[in-house]
């Protein structure tokens, strides 16, 4: 890639949110405010690990991910976090000249990553992704449930077009970052499909940098032989191990956001500032339970105020005008109850 590329592909980095200000509650990212019950004794017993290289096949990690999403261990490709295995997704399915299905607005790291390949993304409505042909395309990928929209597609839909990219010879790349928190189940082991999950969202352990790839086939042993080498730590692989297997807190977590974020739904939606993004009725998305809500303020004006009038109260919202096609929202998170207050208090939102 020639210098001029690289510094465009540099500056058209987009800010994804999060806050290390101690003195704010942090509504920016999508992050669990809460963590598996053991994850610092297991972080600490798992010290000593990081004295020597971790085992190359890391099979309690494979084994805990296959357990997680209903596949087969050897499905399984370890990465240091989902966009770790969305790299290595692209990396082994994208040649300089393809061209990629991206939707929009979606996760801004898609087109990015088919940038640093030589590919071409090609912006598609996300709610007519499952429509478009997959032979026009090397690759295409989909964001289930979608963020910041919040949104989840229809399963027989999505395992349908699933079946149609395997038809075509075209991979189908699916980011799962936030089905854990719903009870959907993984497209995983499905063939021509790749899974990329992460550990970030459901267990709040953004700085852990854990997370895998799932394939089968031919595909699978392109991920495994295009993955770093101890690629994921060795405490990281614990702690991820550890997290997988803890069912209550999934459970736990699960319920909470369910009844939070109806509750901010209503009162948001009660609030004539407001206009809750909800999928269209009758079409291939659902709504789906998931730790954020997108909201649109009507205006950029008014965008700016809502995030000024947050950040004056101490709390900080996601300005979602940073997502392709998106020009008057902000995205919040769905965090504990009595944060969830505060939000409400800050934005002066009735209950």
Known sequence: MDPASVARLADSRVHHGSSDDPDVVDFSANV???VPEGVRDVYE????????????????FRAGAADYVDCDPRQVVPTAGGLA??????????????????????????????????????????????????????LVFCCNPNNPTGDAYEGTSLRSFADRCREAG?????????????????????ESVVVARSLTKLFGLPGLRAGFAVATGDLRDRLDAAAVTWGLGGPAAAVGAHCMGDEAFVAETRERVAVERERLQAAFGDDDRFEVVDPPAGGPLESATVPFLLLDCGSTDRTERVLATAREQGVVLRDARSFRGLNSHVR??????????????ALDVRV
Not at 45 to 60: I, L, M, N, V
Not at 339 to 345: I, K, P, Q, V, Y
Request: net charge negative.
């Open 32 to 34: 669990n405010p809460s």
């Open 45 to 60: 017993d798992a010290f000593g690990d990081a004295r020597s290289y971790p085992p190359e096949e890391y099979p309690d």
């Open 85 to 138: 295995a969305i790299r290595l997704a692209v990396a082994v399915t994208v040649a300089p000249g393809d061209r990629v299905a991206v939707p929009a607005p979606s996760f801004g790291e898609y087109a990015l990553e088919v940038e640093l390949q030589g590919g071409e993304p090609v912006h598609v409505p996300h709610d007519e992704l499952l429509d478009c042909d997959p032979g026009a395309y090397a």
């Open 170 to 190: 075209t991979a189908l790349l699916v980011d799962e970052a936030f089905l854990g928190f719903t009870d959907r189940p993984s497209l995983a082991g499905r």
């Open 332 to 345: 919040v998170a769905v965090r504990l109850p009595g944060e969830n207050d505060r939000l409400l208090e």
